[in-house]
Structures are given as C-alpha cells and as structure tokens.
C-alpha cells in the first residue's frame, strides 16, 4: 500500500533560521511528487512538482528535492509570512488513476 | 483567470439529512477531483471524473456519497442520511488531464449535528 509520512508534524522557526522539512514515501510507480501550502481556512496551493529522483525545484525562499525514497522542502531564511502547512502528495500508478495521496503535513511557524 | 470555485463555503446539517456541494472547476481543465480533509487527517480522494470516462469511485466511503459532473464542468457531490463523520471539509481540485499539477478550491466546511 502506498504511505506518505511527513515529518516533523510542528516546526517553529525564527525569522532568518533555515530549516528542512521531509517526506518520505513508499509507492509503486511514482508518477509524481507534489509539495502544496495551505493556509488556515484555504484549500491547498500548488508549489511544486517533481517527477524523478535527483530533480530540484526552486520558488523564491523555497526549494525542493527528490530522491527514490523522499522529497526534502528547504526554506532559506524563512520569513513570518511562509507559516502554513506545507503538504506532500504522490500520484502513483499503483492508485486511483491519477488521484493524489497526501501525508498529514507539516505545520509551519515562523516567528519574528 | 479565475480558479476552482465551491459552494456554500460552510454548511450545517442535521443527522440524517442528505446534503449537496457545488464545484466549479477551472475553465478547461478537464480533469476533476474531490477530496475530503478530517480534522488531524490528511486528504482522502474520494472521486475522479476525466472528460466523457467513466468517473474512478473507488474512494468513495459509502453508498452515501455519490458525486456527478457535467461534460466537463460543474460537479455535484452529494451525501446521503449524513452522519456525525461526515463533518469535514470537503476540497474540489482541477487539472488540465490527469496527470497535470491540480489547482484546489478553498473547500466546503461540513459540520453535521
């Protein structure tokens, strides 16, 4: 069965104070790996997409990276307004067609 | 251009009631999902409508739920005799073909009492 484990659940950061957030998954067939913010009360906004393992992607304090097993979101210098919950999803051939399974996030907190 | 749209953005329902939620996708996306999102839980696919196939139900919790769409706009998700867990919110996603990158709406907020 495919999982998708994100950790850690919290993270409280200072401004300025870099920092990693990972997802680890097991899947038969990545199709794709998908990183999404959400804001309380707000449906999830896509960042980023990443197909095979050794891509990156970057948008602006953050980037994204993908090996056979996890993806890692790095926030570089992080500012107040990049708190949310970060979301990581896999679309896999082994699923529902083309339907995303999400870990439970991780909560982000960045304090001035 | 303007994004995924759902409606009513709250609902309050009794037990046992059958409820409707709205969702318009983006324009041209042909692809369409719902999802739905309990509280400390991550997001549970529920079903998939792609152009004129046939929509993958295979998320569905129940024979509660039921979801239509047509062509390829609007979608319907609909609850039957709701029960307590049923309160969640309720996420609509679009994308252009299956395989692209889904745009959410901001959800509809389900609470059954």
């Known amino acids: 069965e495919d999982q998708v484990t994100q950790s850690p659940e919290a993270l409280r950061l200072q401004e300025g104070e870099s920092s990693s957030l990972n997802c680890s998954y097991t899947?038969?067939?990545?199709?794709?790996l998908f990183w999404y913010r959400q804001d309380p009360g707000k449906g999830p906004e896509f960042l980023f997409t990443?197909?095979?393992a050794g891509e990156e992607k970057e948008k602006e304090r953050l980037k994204a990276t993908l090996t056979k097993k996890e993806s890692f979101l790095h926030i570089t210098a992080p500012k107040p307004e990049d708190s949310a919950t970060y979301l990581c999803?896999?679309?896999?051939?082994?699923?529902?067609?083309?339907?995303?399974?999400f870990g439970k996030g991780t909560s982000l907190l960045v304090t001035p | 251009g303007a994004g995924v749209s759902q409606s009513p953005s709250n609902k309050v329902t009794e037990k046992g009631k059958d409820v409707e939620l709205r969702c318009d996708p983006i324009?041209?996306?042909?692809?369409l999902y719902w999802y739905r999102q309990r509280l400390g839980q991550g997001l549970e696919f529920l079903i998939y409508?792609?152009?004129?196939?046939?929509?993958?139900k295979s998320g569905l919790p129940s024979d509660r739920f039921s979801a239509e769409r047509t062509g390829e706009s609007v979608s319907t998700l609909t609850i039957q005799r709701t029960q307590q867990e049923d309160s969640a919110v309720y996420l609509c996603?679009?994308?252009?073909?299956?395989?692209?990158?889904?745009?959410f709406g901001p959800g509809t907020r389900l609470t059954v009492t």
């Open positions: 996603a679009s994308s252009f073909g299956g395989h692209g990158e889904q745009y």
């Open positions: 899947v038969s067939g990545l199709r794709g």
């Open positions: 990443l197909y095979s």
């Open positions: 999803a896999v679309q896999a051939g082994s699923n529902s067609g083309y339907a995303l399974n």
């Open positions: 324009s041209g996306h042909t692809a």
């Open positions: 409508f792609q152009g004129n196939s046939a929509p993958d």
